[in-house]
Structure formats: C-alpha cells, structure tokens
C-alpha cells in the first residue's frame, strides 16, 4: 500500500520560513512526477511545484517563483518544499503528490499559516 505523508507545516509569522517533507512508502512504488499543492480557504486546489524525478526537471507556479524550492531525496524517497519569505498569501494546506506511470496519490496534508 502506498503512503504519502507530510510534515513541516505550523504557524509562522510573515517574512518566515519552512520546510515540508513528503515521504512516500509503498513497496515497488517508485515515483516518476511528485508535486506539492495548496488550497486555502473557499479556493481551488492549486499546483505550487513539480519535480520530474528523472531528470530533475523543476516547474514553479509563478506566485511562489524566487521564494519556494522543492527537492528531492531519492535514496530517502522524499521531497522537500523550502518556504521562504512566506506571505499572509501562503496560507492554505499543502498537499503532497505522488504519480507513477497511471498510478497517483495525494497525502493527507500539512497546514501551515502565515500571520501578518
């Protein structure tokens, strides 16, 4: 069975910074596409950043671009958001997205707020 499971989020004040992390356990299941979304409040489910494992290959949505980094630890089998100077804005839970060939999964979520 395949798991995706965040942590990192929490409450931190405007101009701050944090890490989420995804772990994806499952046996055989070896991701080729993983993402992080966000939907906040009364809003969309929006995609924030993509890395194809692969090559690498790295997409930003452009409201998080020079702020927020993902990574990736294929020997861990994790994935990073690196938040930085995060913004009222950025409020909203933080989805994890796993997908292998036609196989996909979401984690649970990571709420994080930013107070002005």
């Known amino acids: 069975q395949v798991q995706l499971v965040e942590s990192g989020g929490g409450l931190v004040q405007a101009g701050g910074s944090l890490r989420l992390s995804c772990v994806v356990s499952?046996?055989?299941?070896?991701?080729?596409?993983q993402a992080w979304s966000r939907q906040a409040p009364g809003k969309q489910r929006e995609l924030v950043a993509s890395?194809?494992?692969?090559?690498?290959?790295?997409y930003y949505a452009d409201f998080v671009k020079g702020r927020f980094t993902i990574s990736r630890d294929n020997a861990e089998n994790t994935v990073y958001l690196q938040m930085n100077s995060l913004e009222p804005e950025d409020t909203a839970v933080y989805y994890c997205?796993?997908?292998?060939?036609?196989?996909?999964?979401w984690g649970q979520g990571t709420q994080v707020t930013v107070s002005s």
């Open positions: 997205y796993a997908q292998a060939r036609t196989n996909s999964y």
């Open positions: 890395i194809t494992t692969g090559n690498g290959a790295v």
């Open positions: 499952g046996s055989g299941f070896s991701p080729g596409f």
